[in-house]
């Protein structure tokens, strides 16, 4: 009946709109996307790219989860808020984006999720595919990270944040497989290499499975175990949530006059953790500090282009994965790559 027709009528809509992207990763991908749904926790600077670009791309549904009321901070990296008190003025930052996002593609769904992400349950979960997470504590990380692994559906797990010029992806597939085409010649056999990866080649494509860990068993590998080539960026981070966490803060709250604090801390870090701390630069650590909770506009582009593909692929099931860290510090501008725990390999 009429449902059918205006189901069809969706289709061809859809497939006019996407025609280019879905001549790069095909129909099927395409539908995939379409039909997932996506919770967006933290709306920042970087998660705002991150949403501009799945939208665009035209993902099922996107909810946005962040009622803190929008300040005249959030104007700095957030382009979705306009420079007018008069529409931003006692709006939460999910609504004021909402209503943004919206025009950018009327076909997808984007709502406002009201709560409070430490809060959640699983039923609540239960709705979404993908969940990101930004500018939580690492308690809330914990939890939501856990509760994902603990749903009988696939739930992937992303949480990103940007401290002024440096950012970080943690990325949690748990179970994940997808396909890559051979770039040509005869199709080759690739022996087991190591626990977390196998790997099939059917006709020139190689069907990959690949294992991910949660965010509480990744950074509970001891330092010492690394491999000497870890990001210092990976060390710092761990010293600044670790500090946020032991005193109370929330993620940002912090400044230079927490220097001597951080520095002791690292220390007693690097002393259990059998690690030089020369490997954890003081001028790092200041650079963070005084971040506090800013983003710098050019660094939230790249980390929410980054996480944008990286969930494109994880739904599309096409192309390699970040597994499981990604760093980005725009004082060299330098993308790096960590899998921890590593490889035997390493």
Known sequence: ????????????????????QIRVWGVDAQKRLSKAHVLVCGVNGTTIEFCKNIVLAGVGSLSLMDDHIVTEDDLNSNFLIPHDESVYGGKSRAEVCCESLKDFNPM????????????????????????VLSRASLKTKLFINDNCRKRSKHIAFYSVDCKDSCGEIFVDLQNHSYLQKKPGGEPEQQELKYPSLQYYNLNRIDCIYIWFVSIQEAISVPWKDLSKKTTKLYYAMRVLESYESSEGRDPGETSLSDLPAVLALRKDMCDRMSLDESRIPTSLLERLLAAGKKEHPPVCAILGGILGQEVIKSISCKGDPIKNFFYYDAADGKGAMEDIPPTPED
């Open 108 to 131: 997808v769904r984007v709502a406002v999720a009201k709560g409070d992400p430490s809060l959640i349950d699983g039923t609540f979960i239960d709705r979404f595919d993908i969940i």
């Open 1 to 20: 009946g009429g449902g059918g027709a205006e189901e069809e009528e969706l289709t061809a809509q859809e497939t006019a709109l996407y025609d280019r």
